[in-house]
């Protein structure tokens, strides 16, 4: 999956940026700190977490992330990143638009990288049927995976019944139920959850309409467990952290949040009034 904004490509598998007058060079930091802007271009980003998914792991001198940004900003030009004093930096050029990749260039999709929310990075290729326990709701998805996640929030443990719940993200428009239709469960203000009503296995996680927020349109989740190949499917982040079992210990993925860290989380609750709970 590339990412289109203005006369600016960010090829992510090649990781290769190409401008107007063709390819612009751009350190390795410098490229990771630029897919991070695009994939959250409503977002200030805070510098936090920009070493965080940038250096993880490592302590990096104060001035090592101004170095790398006014050199992103030499490379693009004025007016594509703000600083927000005091808070971090957010991307403020020409909106960015991802381009799905030819099918067989889908993989291997690389889950080393960080990952922020949405990474386009499904490890599937399309095609990918599923459905439910007893074989009553079967469902098939045309689209490459968005993002994978697993979510240790106390809903999630709630609704699975187990310690937690893995799904992928898809666009929803490339979701079809092919036999039969999940039944919804309104499980908060702004989202539902799909289950069969005959065998009660969890299906589907969705935004509820109308969207709360840009962001919680126009997906769907689907548990990982009910698709009919689960094994290829990596997932790349972990949420909900401040509810995981304590005698769990997942190594995977490649950053874990909590949902009170989580700024689409956060936000969908406030437009309620409502701290996360
Ligand atoms: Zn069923
Ligand atoms: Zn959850």
């Not at 990143?81 to 991802?98: E, L, N, S, W």
């Not at 239709?181 to 799909?194: L, V």
């Not at 989580?262 to 609750?269: I, Q, T, Y």
Request: one cysteine or more; aromatic letters at 10%.
């Amino acid at each position: 999956m590339d990412l289109h904004f203005g006369q600016y490509r960010l090829k992510l598998a090649e990781r290769q940026l190409t401008g107007p007058e063709g390819p612009v060079e751009l350190s390795a930091r410098g490229f990771d700190i630029l897919a991070l802007l695009l994939r959250r271009p409503d977002d200030v980003i805070r510098k936090a977490e920009i070493l965080e998914a940038v250096w993880p792991g490592i302590v990096v001198e104060d001035n090592t992330l101004q170095v790398h940004m006014s050199a992103l900003r030499k490379a693009l030009g004025a007016g594509m990143i703000m600083t927000v004093h005091g808070h971090g930096y957010k991307f403020t050029g020409p909106r960015p638009v991802a381009i799905p990749p030819e099918q067989d260039a889908l993989e291997p999709a690389d889950h080393e990288k960080p990952h922020p929310m949405f990474n386009f990075a499904g490890r599937t290729k399309p095609p990918v049927t599923g459905g439910c326990f007893c074989g009553e709701i079967r469902c098939r998805i045309t689209a490459p995976a968005l993002d994978t996640v697993i979510c240790h929030c106390r809903m999630c443990q709630r609704f699975s019944g187990s310690a937690f719940s893995i799904g992928s993200v898809y666009p929803s428009a490339s979701v079809t139920f092919t036999k039969g239709q999940p039944k919804y469960f309104k499980s908060s203000p702004f989202a539902e959850r799909g289950f069969c009503a005959t065998c009660g296995s969890s299906l589907a996680f969705r935004p509820s309409f109308p969207p709360v927020t840009p962001e919680w349109d126009g997906w769907i989740l689907i548990d990982t467990g009910s698709l009919d190949n689960p094994f290829s499917i990596v997932p790349l982040w972990q949420l909900g952290i401040e509810s995981q079992m304590p005698w769990l210990d997942l190594q995977v993925g490649s950053k874990r949040v909590r949902c009170q860290d989580s700024p689409d989380v956060v936000e969908a609750w406030a437009a309620f009034g409502l701290p996360v709970p």
